[in-house]
């Protein structure tokens, strides 16, 4: 038997604030407050899912350069522009990590600067 990936963690800054950009961003709601800490996960599924969920928890220190594992996303019900449009309403700026300008996906960052890439519609 082989793992799983059942939870994402994020450090930051605002908790909250991460929290609820992330749930507008994949429908997710909020399924714990412990500590300082807020988890997001799919309605009516939560933790355990087929979809991991994600964690933000508190932390001092400020994000240092490009991350190392970040976050892909692709639209659901509506092509990759208007999702665009969407992603930057709601907080999302690009973000430039060497990218050539012949990619067919976006790299954003989400409100404290985490790198997230918007694919093509995919599902």
Known sequence: MACRISELVVDCHDPERLAAFWCEVLGFEVLERKDGWVEIGPPGTGFGGLQPTLIFEPVPEPKRGKLR???????????????????????????????????????????????????????
């Open 69 to 123: 594992l970040h976050i892909d996303v692709n639209p659901t019900d509506r092509d990759q522009e208007a999702e665009l449009e969407r992603l930057l309403k709601l907080g999302a700026v690009p973000a430039d990590v060497g990218q050539t300008g012949e990619e067919d996906w976006h790299v954003l960052a989400d409100p404290e600067g985490n790198e997230f890439c918007l694919l093509r519609r995919r599902l």
